[in-house]
């Protein structure tokens, strides 16, 4: 039996440990990861790193590597790759899981902008403040290079490269990160405003409560949808409990 996660995501490495503490010792596990990242944490199990090939060479692999069941445990914003693999599961007939973990939902006190793209959040900026915690990681700077007159904090795990915003500091690091160190780093910044994605998770959150304390506005970025048809769980225990239930009869397991 042969199992290919789609990873990247804290979700996916908890996946991959699940599956190979409890599935048979003859189980191949194997993570995919990108690459984007120059240190990633590598999780469980067998690894290969870069892409496919887009959904044919995905495809490709599926059958070439005779895998028994697909999970696309990718970041919610990675919508390229989850589309491709809806795809590349079909042509194969390869059964597709999307283990996607829970959006965030505002809260009393909460001053959220929705918008569904980096675009529409750099054109809600200029009406919202000057001085702007950006977390919505170092792809996607483009649709702010524009905004002179904003100056913005970038934190990422990596570098970012150009084009990006003029005036920019950028933060290097990694979550989790705590709600003490979030209103820390808002004060000493005189941050006014948060722009982040709708990642979802704990371990970036407290920013958000850090926000709401401060009062200040959120520009939240909408995540995209899974692809239609494809089954979700929100959490590894669930998606491992469906591989063991779609594998072990050989029916589709509902969630």
């Known amino acids: 039996m042969h199992i290919l996660v789609l990873g990247g995501t804290t979700e996916a490495r908890r996946l991959a440990g699940l599956l190979v503490d409890t599935l048979p010792a003859t189980t191949r596990v194997t993570s995919s990861l990108a690459g984007r990242v120059a240190s ?73 902008h929705p918008v569904g793209s980096l675009d529409e959040a750099a054109r809600a900026l200029p009406a919202l403040g000057e001085r702007v915690f950006l977390t919505t990681g170092r792809m996607g700077l483009a649709a702010f290079a524009g905004l002179d007159e904003q100056w913005f904090l970038m934190r990422s795990v990596d570098a970012p490269q150009t084009p990006h915003p003029a005036r920019m500091e950028v933060l290097l690091e990694r979550g989790p990160f705590t709600l003490d160190g979030e209103r820390e780093l808002l004060r000493r910044h005189r941050i006014d405003v948060l722009v982040t994605k709708d990642s979802g998770g704990a371990a970036t959150a407290p920013k958000l409560a850090a926000a709401r304390q401060a009062g200040i506005p959120v520009v939240v970025v909408r995540r995209p949808p899974v692809p239609e048809g494809v089954p979700v769980a929100d959490t590894p225990e669930a998606a491992a409990a469906w591989l063991r239930r779609r594998l072990g009869d050989g029916r589709p397991a509902d969630l």
């Open 40 to 112: 990633p944490r590598l999780p469980p199990g067998e690894v290969r790193v870069g892409g496919f090939g887009g959904a044919e060479g995905l495809a490709a692999w599926l059958r070439t590597h005779e895998v028994d069941a697909l999970i696309d445990a990718t970041h919610p914003f990675a919508g390229t790759i989850s589309f491709s693999a809806a795809a590349a599961a079909a042509q194969a007939h390869v059964p597709l899981l999307a283990l996607r973990r829970p959006g965030w939902t505002p809260g009393e006190g909460d001053r959220w």
